[in-house]
C-alpha cells in the first residue's frame, strides 16, 4: 500500500511508498572533480550513447557547470550540420525529433492523420537510425532523443 500525498493531491499515490526508501543522488562534482575530459568516462566512445554512459555524461556535464543542449533536427542536413559544428569545437551533440521536424524528416506528403502521426513516428525512427549509423564518423559522443512530441 503506497502512502497518500496530503493537500490537494491526496488521490496521488506517493511515488516511494515507506517500503521503498528514496536513496540520495551522489554529488556528481564528486565522481567527476579529477576528471579533465569527458572521454576520461570509463567507456566513452564516439557515436551514440545511451543507458549508464548517456547518464553519465549528463553527470559530468553537470559537474562541469555546462550545458549540452538539444538540437531539433528536421532532415539529414540539419543532423549533419549539428554533428560537424559539434564536432569542430570537440563537444558531445544532443539531437532531438519533435513531432514537426519528424513528420517533416519522413516527408510532408506522407499521411499524419491526428491521432496515428504515421509520418511523425516514421520520421522520429528514421531520424534516430540516420543518427546512430552516422555519428560515430564525426568522432564524438552523441545522445538522441526521439520522444519529443508534444501529448495532444
Not at 488521490?11 to 565522481?31: G, I, K, L
Not at 532532415?75 to 558531445?92: D, F, H, Q, R
Not at 564518423?137 to 520522444?147: E, K
Amino acid at each position: 500500500a503506497s502512502q497518500q500525498a496530503s493537500g490537494p493531491f491526496e488521490s496521488v499515490p506517493h511515488p516511494f511508498p515507506p517500503e521503498h526508501p528514496t536513496v540520495a543522488m551522489a554529488d556528481p562534482r564528486v565522481q567527476f572533480k579529477d576528471m579533465k575530459t569527458y572521454w576520461e568516462i570509463p567507456g566513452m566512445k564516439a557515436g551514440v550513447i545511451t543507458g549508464k554512459l548517456a547518464w553519465s555524461l549528463l553527470q559530468y556535464c553537470k559537474a562541469k557547470n555546462f550545458a549540452l543542449p538539444a538540437f531539433n533536427c528536421t532532415s539529414t542536413s540539419t543532423c549533419n550540420s549539428v554533428l560537424e559544428a559539434a564536432a569542430k569545437i570537440g563537444m558531445p551533440a544532443y539531437i532531438q525529433f519533435s513531432e514537426g521536424g519528424s513528420c517533416f524528416f519522413a516527408g510532408k506528403g506522407l499521411p499524419n492523420d491526428k491521432g496515428k502521426l504515421q509520418a511523425s513516428i516514421l520520421g522520429a525512427c528514421a531520424g534516430a537510425q540516420y543518427v546512430r549509423h552516422v555519428a560515430g564518423a564525426y568522432g564524438i559522443p552523441v545522445l538522441t532523443h526521439s520522444d519529443h512530441c508534444a501529448k495532444k
